[in-house]
């Protein structure tokens, strides 16, 4: 048979020819726009004079990187992803997919092995390798503990994706005692194991969790009732002054204080919602924008209560339901009360579980409201607030009870934050704070519990995670501050994860009516960017 | 059957802005009966429908549901009374399932008579039944149309107020649609007030119309009078059977 061969195939080029090609391109681009951005650095001298440095070096590096970066992705990555969608011809199957290639047993076993040997020579690696390799060799178990523990979780990810929040729950319970004990058997001691936990306790779980009850609670206004509010931060407020001015005056219980700063927040929210009734979508966002910082200024200026900028310290701590203290000067101090070692970290795990709790209080009340007349009500109006009028539906009181109810929890987290740090000022209610509980609502999936849970986890988590990168500081030197990109990286994971889930982590509303039997409703036909 | 009077609309009048959309309308809907308002786009049809409603407030004249005066009740207090409504455009709840879409229709009735009625509106409407899982606004048009009735018959109403249910649908769904009214009408005895522009197939299948020119009611009698009427035939139906 003859086989013609066009002219033009010859032209057709190769993957590595066409990227080497489109890797000119890109590293011609990246020249252009970063000559100026990292090429050139302006500077003062020592008389305020302004001066030019210049950064060739720097600009190169960048540029190969862009260009390297590139090729590899159109002479490999592409091949690579296009491969994966064709079908074997003799078995008719798709090729394994890249998380079963990466997840094997062999390397798994390889993972825990290195992982042990490393952790068993931890403390003479320094003297082995000397300082410098020693904290790559850390890195190295870190790295091979993830995997191992990725490994487990891909194992098992049929049971946990069904099991999803039932397991999540678990783990936050066991959390604060598997950081205790894990510690405790890598000190020696258990005096050892609470005090290492202070960190893990204190800066992820507690600080995680209540990020977790704030979205929570904005995600009733916002996920559900489809009202915008960019002024969260403000019944926050509202329930930390609450808390801190009450029970520094009149020495009132936190236990009575908590559903009094839920409440007075609760109040507040009917105030911020009667002129806002009429409002929707982008004039909403801006009242509410104002309001958060009205309450802010109000928080500043109003000396003679509020004591300003300076703050309210002294705040008292929680006690275990009145029965036992957290000070140590008391005479029904904890530890003397249990005739254990004194530690700070009881308070930590206390406050922990306290919050967890108050998580949890949160989630299902929501849930149940989902349930009942007052919640489908707000999903309605989220959908078409005439159609609810014509329903019988009163939007007033709908959304009013939306905006109360919202606040209620952000007046409890408030009360909370106030206990935990002793201190309040009106540093802590700044716009920033609003525009991260929206993000984590809006990344999680608006409506979705456990999207907006596992988004406050990634965001919170990973920004205080940056912290203990200290490795970065062998590889970019010893100026570098992880903690400075934070809200770069922030920025970064925001875009990367709109881009791909434009409806957040758990983007499928899951249905509360039923006639038989349950069914969910696939996220691909729900409509985008609502708010 | 026709017997005591249910929705009374005297001289009603209604601005948008300083533009008047409804210049003293009157319309009467008696117990049992069906009544068509038939005409052009932008006589101020779907107006009335709306006025009725409170969303805009009638300027002048009164609007008496079975003895009340509801001129002046805000929309949800109006709905209350057993009005309900399949309003323009059907305005279904585009996120939410059939079943949850029928489950806020029916919090009128505080979803007294939920599960009896659930299976009624699907007696009705069939392909609803189809579709129970799946989002609002997966929905066709005349499935959604369908749902949009079918959520006003949840709240049980005295009244039912229709606007254009035959808008953009196929003949065939038409059919099944008008089908569905007067089965309604039939058997339950609901009073049903509907805005079409299909002019013939809603003067078929109400007892009276009325046609409405520029925002004033010019002409009123039964079904069968309007249909033979040499105007309205110019007007409405020639080149026009459906």
Redesign the interface.
């Known amino acids: 048979m003859a086989v013609t061969v066009s002219p033009e195939r010859d032209v057709v080029a190769t993957p590595v020819q066409r990227a080497i090609r489109e890797a000119f391109y890109a590293g011609a681009i990246a020249l252009g726009l970063f000559v100026l951005f990292i090429g050139l650095k302006t500077g003062q001298n020592i008389s305020n004079e302004l001066v030019l440095t210049t950064r060739w070096g720097l600009l190169a590096t960048v540029v190969i990187a862009t260009a390297v970066g590139r090729f590899l992705y159109v002479a490999y990555g592409q091949p690579f992803l296009a491969n994966q969608k064709i079908a074997d011809v003799a078995t008719g199957l798709l090729p394994d997919s890249v998380a079963t290639r990466f997840f094997r047993l062999p390397y798994f076993i390889a993972a825990i092995v290195i992982a042990a040997l490393l952790l068993v020579l931890a403390s003479s690696l320094d003297g082995l390798l000397g300082p410098g390799l020693a904290g790559y060799a850390r890195f190295v178990r870190a790295l091979a503990i993830i995997y191992a523990l990725a490994s487990v979780l891909f194992y098992f990810r049929a049971f946990i994706h069904a099991h999803f929040s039932a397991l999540g729950v678990a783990a936050l319970a066991l959390y604060p005692i598997i950081v205790v004990l894990s510690l405790a058997l890598y000190g020696g001691s258990m005096a050892a194991g609470f005090q290492g936990s202070l960190k893990w306790v204190d800066n992820f779980g507690i600080q995680i969790l209540i990020y977790v009850m704030l979205a929570w609670g904005l995600n009733i206004v916002v996920g559900l009732a489809g009202l915008l509010d960019l002024g969260y931060v403000a019944f926050y407020a509202v329930g930390a002054y609450a808390y801190a001015l009450l029970g520094t005056q009149y020495g009132l219980s936190f236990w009575i204080l908590l559903p009094a700063a839920g409440a007075m927040a609760a109040f507040w929210g009917v105030l911020l919602g009667f002129p806002v009734l009429r409002l929707r979508g982008d004039y909403l966002a801006i009242v509410t924008l104002a309001f958060g910082e009205i309450i802010r200024l109000v928080l500043i200026n109003w000396r003679e209560v509020t004591n300003g900028s300076a703050g309210i310290s002294g705040i008292p701590k929680v006690t275990f339901f009145g029965l036992m203290t957290f000070n140590v000067s008391d005479p029904n101090y904890i530890a003397k009360v249990l005739n254990i070692a004194t530690s700070s970290a009881y308070y930590k795990i206390f406050l922990y579980y306290l919050i967890l709790g108050l998580c949890l209080l949160t989630a299902f009340v929501t849930i149940r409201l989902r349930r009942m007349?007052v919640g489908?009500?707000w999903?309605?109006l989220?959908?078409?607030e005439?159609?609810?009028?014509?329903?019988?539906?009163?939007?007033t009181t709908t959304k009013l009870t939306a905006f109360a109810t919202g606040a209620m929890f952000g007046g409890f987290a408030g009360s909370f934050f106030a206990a935990r740090q002793g201190f309040v000022s009106p540093e802590s209610f700044i716009f920033l704070e609003s525009a991260i509980i929206l993000a984590i609502v809006v990344l999680g999936g608006m409506g979705s519990l456990v999207g907006i849970a596992v988004a406050a986890m990634v965001m919170i988590g990973g920004t205080e995670v940056l912290r203990e990168l200290d490795f970065l500081k062998q590889v970019f030197g010893p100026d570098f501050t992880p903690e400075l990109y934070r809200m770069l990286l922030f920025g970064m994971a925001m875009v990367i994860v709109m881009l791909w889930k434009p409806r957040g982590f758990v983007g499928s509303?899951e249905?509360?009516?039923?006639?038989k039997?349950r069914?969910a409703?696939s996220s691909s036909?729900?409509?985008e960017g609502h708010g | 059957m026709a017997g005591t009077t249910l929705l009374d609309i005297k001289g009603v009048q209604t601005y948008y802005g300083n533009i008047r959309a409804l210049n003293g309308v009157d319309v009467t809907v008696k117990q049992g009966e069906i009544v068509a308002l038939i005409g052009a786009n932008g006589a101020g049809k779907s107006t009335l429908m709306m006025t009725i409603f409170g969303a805009p407030r009638a300027r002048a004249g009164t609007i008496t549901f079975a003895g009340t005066d509801i001129t002046q009740l805000p929309t949800h207090e109006i709905a209350r009374m057993r009005i309900a409504q399949s309003p323009e455009g059907r305005r279904i709840f585009p996120r939410m399932t059939v079943m949850e879409n029928l489950q806020m229709g029916a919090s009128l009735d505080n979803l007294k008579h939920y599960d009896e009625d659930v299976e009624k509106v699907f007696t009705l409407f069939p392909r609803l039944k189809e579709r129970i899982a799946q989002r609002g606004g997966t929905l066709s048009g005349g499935e959604q149309q369908m749902l949009s009735i079918a959520r006003a018959l949840m709240a049980r109403p005295k009244l039912l107020l229709l606007d254009e249910p035959s808008l953009g649908l196929a003949p065939l769904i038409v059919k099944q649609i008008f089908d569905a009214i007067r089965e309604l009408n039939r058997t339950q005895g609901l009073t049903v007030f509907l805005v079409e522009q299909n002019a013939f197939g809603a003067l078929k299948l109400a007892t009276r119309g009325y046609v409405m020119v520029n925002g004033n009611v010019t002409m009123s009698g039964t079904g069968k009078e309007l249909l033979a009427n040499p105007e309205v035939r110019a007007a409405y139906l020639e080149g026009g059977h459906h």
């Open positions: 007349p489908r009500a999903e309605a989220r959908e078409d005439i159609a609810c009028r014509s329903l019988g539906i009163n939007t509303r249905p509360t009516a039923f006639l039997e069914r409703v036909f729900t409509k």
